[in-house]
């Protein structure tokens, strides 16, 4: 059994997002990461692997640069890396998830371990988006997963609250920040991970139908400037506060 | 422009939440006619009651006992009519709404904050550091984002069927680690109240707790209050890697304003910052700022909402 995990490359959380021509700036960003929910996953996978599964495949969609996420995963870990080339700005749910699953066919693999969400699209359609194509189970919110024999467990946030669930065939997982530590590479991981060859795939050579794209993007833009905030020295303000919270903002 | 539009209704502790009138307000605004499903049965009463409402489709079955997105999706794409869907952009909300896409092969976009004739849609990306503006063809899924349309009013009087479905789940829940807490959660709240490492101890949360149920307010905290204390549930953590929260007030207390916080709370309407000191960057994004400690500030606080909100 395998074990694929979907790693997006995406703008350093620190990152300054400028917007110039009506699209976010890309040469302005200096520094580019794994998401941060998709560490997570990954961290989760390689405990898997750690308890016996056979394969660990690393999967992105993105342009040349976001190889480096594979090589990082690499060095924690990863047997496989695949890489699905494109130099699309934009993708809509439609197009990102076919291409997503079939990497994922490719792969072999049917436990799929995923962010919740991007951290640029903040949109967390991917992975139910993938289990649905693919026909798998799917579970959200996951924060920790074990795996025993051929059924998998997992801790989730459900609709209820926390849960411990159990599923037995094809499952994607999409994780959450979870309480486990995220493991650095050691200098032999990273030499090794140096050395690993990526599979690098055109959307071409995928042999799926990209019908035309349903969603387009029109603009970037800032988010509107907030006026200035009011600044109050001490407890004694809290009253003439509460009341522009009644007068001026009409929150409450 | 007018076509059919479902809407799948959201809940909240077995009643329906506010934003399933704010999705009707949505859709009425661009279409209809308009119908609600509600999956599990659960606020159907309440759904037909809300006017521009010209059907409620009550979904009941077992699959809906514990929560498996791909059943739950499956049992409600049947009853999907017309090329507008749209759902809350709650955790669960898209969820089913990018399963149910998906299985349709529509395109789905999540938490859009404004809809157009067309359509067009706008929605925040990089944690509130971007807008996008999209033109999404129909048919198509939508999530939309809570307090960010106008709510259709009470008036109607829709007829309501009820259907029976069985659908597979193959998610099995074997033990409730905790329940989901009694108090209301931060992503659906009016309003916030966050407290940060500059709390002190666990334990002084209570200040906190007492406010919020004065005013009916949710608790949130930062990471580091998350990370440091047991006792404060990652379930209240906002920001990047928490909640992403939209309040119309949001209070911050004893909280930095680091990035990754701020990413989860900076599109509330308003924000309330305390924190003793003036140079914090939480100051930053605050519409209001009060540099004190939380001690002289939280019964401060208490005494004067509570007065005036029960004017
Ligand atoms: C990848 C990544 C993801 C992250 N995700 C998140 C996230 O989702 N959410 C999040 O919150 N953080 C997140 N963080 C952590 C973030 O960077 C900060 O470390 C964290 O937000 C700091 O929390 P804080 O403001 O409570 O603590 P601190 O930064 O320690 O601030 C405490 C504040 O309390 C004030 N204070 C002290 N005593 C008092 C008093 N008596 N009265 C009033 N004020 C007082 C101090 O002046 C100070 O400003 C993330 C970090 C990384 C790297
Ligand atoms: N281009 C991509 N390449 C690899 N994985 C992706 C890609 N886009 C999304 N994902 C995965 O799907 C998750 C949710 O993304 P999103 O639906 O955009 O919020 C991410 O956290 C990744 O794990």
Known sequence: ?252 | MIMDITIISEVSNDSLHPVTAQMVGAASSIGGPVSVICPGGFGSVEAAKIAGVSKVISIEGDCFDSYDSMAWSGAIEPFIEGDLVLTSSSTLGREISSAIAAKKGFPVVQDITSLDDGISVTRSIFSGKAIEELEVSVPCVLSIRANSFQPADVGGEAEISTVNVSQQVSVAVKEALAKAGERLDVAEADIVISGGRGMGNPSNFSHLYELADEIGAAVGASRAAVDTWEEIPHSMQVGQTGKTVTPNLYIAVGISGAIQHLAGMRSSKYILAINKDPEAPIFGIADYGIVATWEESIPALKEHLSAIMSD
């Open chain 1, 1 to 252: 059994m395998g074990v694929a995990v979907l790693l997006k490359q995406v703008p350093d959380t620190t990152a300054k997002i400028s917007v110039s021509g009506s699209r976010v700036d890309e040469s302005a960003i200096t520094k580019w990461s794994i998401s941060p929910y998709d560490e997570y996953a990954l961290e989760s996978a390689i405990a898997l692997k750690e308890s016996g599964v056979d394969e660990l495949v690393a999967i992105t969609c993105g342009p040349q640069r976001a190889s480096k996420c594979l090589t990082e995963a690499a060095s924690v870990g990863a047997d496989r890396l695949i890489h699905i080339l494109t130099d699309a700005d934009f993708m809509d749910s439609c197009t990102l998830q076919s291409i997503l699953s079939s990497a994922i066919q490719r792969s072999g693999c049917d436990i799929v371990l995923c962010g919740k969400q991007a951290a640029d699209t903040n949109s967390g359609s991917t992975g139910p988006g993938v289990a649905s194509l693919l026909g798998y189970s799917c579970v959200g919110s996951v924060t920790e997963i074990s795996m025993d024999g051929s059924k998998i467990s997992a801790t989730r946030l459900g609709n209820t609250g926390l849960e411990k669930i159990e599923v037995g065939g094809p499952c994607v997982f999409t994780f959450d920040k979870g309480e486990v530590e995220l493991r650095r590479p050691n200098v032999r991981g990273i030499m090794m991970a140096k050395k690993k060859p990526i599979e690098s795939i055109g959307i071409e050579e995928l042999g799926i139908e990209i019908g035309s794209p349903k969603t387009s993007l029109k603009s970037h833009v800032s988010p509107p400037e907030k006026p200035p905030g009011q600044k109050f020295e001490g407890a004694g303000s809290i009253e003439i506060v509460v009341s522009k919270l009644r007068d001026e903002a009409n929150v409450i």
